[in-house]
Antibody, heavy 123, light 106 residues
């Protein structure tokens, strides 16, 4: 079964850091782009960052630049999002998702999503 | 950056209705457009990719069309399970989501 399981969310103070993980199983992880998408309470989907299958190509939303870093460990079938200088407006459910098509590109439609992990930034 | 604008923001409809949701891109995205369905407390579900290709397992009452800057998602005959929020997403240049269309029961 193709599956993504996020972890690492929690409560963090403004200015703090957090690392999210997304464990993948059931597919050849290194062949697919992966992405992080977040959703604040009652709000729409907001794309955060994406990485190609090889890890060579990375896209970031303006909201992530300079504060969030996406990475992947293809030997561990795991995607990461290192978040620093966190702000209240970063409070959201963070989803990881798998690209639809086999290939070393970065932007894609995303066919498998994890259940999400909640990040709360508050003092 | 490419902006995606969906309309309407909220749509009230009844079981059996045909509904159309529109998504406009601020510049041409060719056919690099996906549609997702999301229910409360759940992750999004991919319905359509490349503007008009139905994802495996998605009912045929869902269809997508368009190219360039204008796209539509059509549900031919609404079923009770279809009441949800729908998002478009472009992947021609980086990634952008529309703001969502909430489909509610009339």
């Amino acid at each position: 079964e193709v599956q993504l399981v996020e972890s690492g969310g929690g409560l963090v103070q403004p200015g703090g850091s957090l690392r999210l993980s997304c464990a993948a199983s059931g597919f050849t992880f290194k062949n697919y782009a992966m992405t992080w998408v977040r959703q604040g309470q009652g709000k729409g989907l907001e794309w955060v960052s994406a990485i190609s299958g090889s890890g060579r190509h990375i896209y970031e939303a303006d909201s992530a630049k300079g504060r969030f870093t996406i990475s992947r460990d293809n030997s561990m079938n795991t995607l990461y999002l290192q978040m620093s200088s966190l702000r209240a407006e970063d409070t959201a459910v963070y989803y990881c998702a798998k690209g639809s098509f086999d290939g070393d590109w970065t932007a894609d439609a995303f066919d498998i999503w994890g259940q999400g992990t909640m990040v709360t930034v508050s003092s | 950056d490419i902006q995606m604008t969906q309309s309407p923001s909220t749509l009230s409809a009844s079981v059996g209705d045909r509904v159309i949701i529109t998504c406009r891109a601020s510049q041409s995205i060719k056919t690099w457009l996906a549609w997702y369905q999301q229910k409360p407390g759940k992750a999004p579900k991919l319905l359509i990719y490349k503007a008009s290709t139905l994802e495996s397992g998605v009912p045929s009452r869902f269809s997508g069309s368009g190219s360039g800057t204008e796209f539509t998602l059509t549900i031919s005959s609404l079923q009770p399970d279809d009441f949800a929020t729908y998002y478009c997403q472009q992947y021609n240049s980086m990634i952008t989501f529309g703001q969502g269309t909430r489909l509610e029961i009339k």
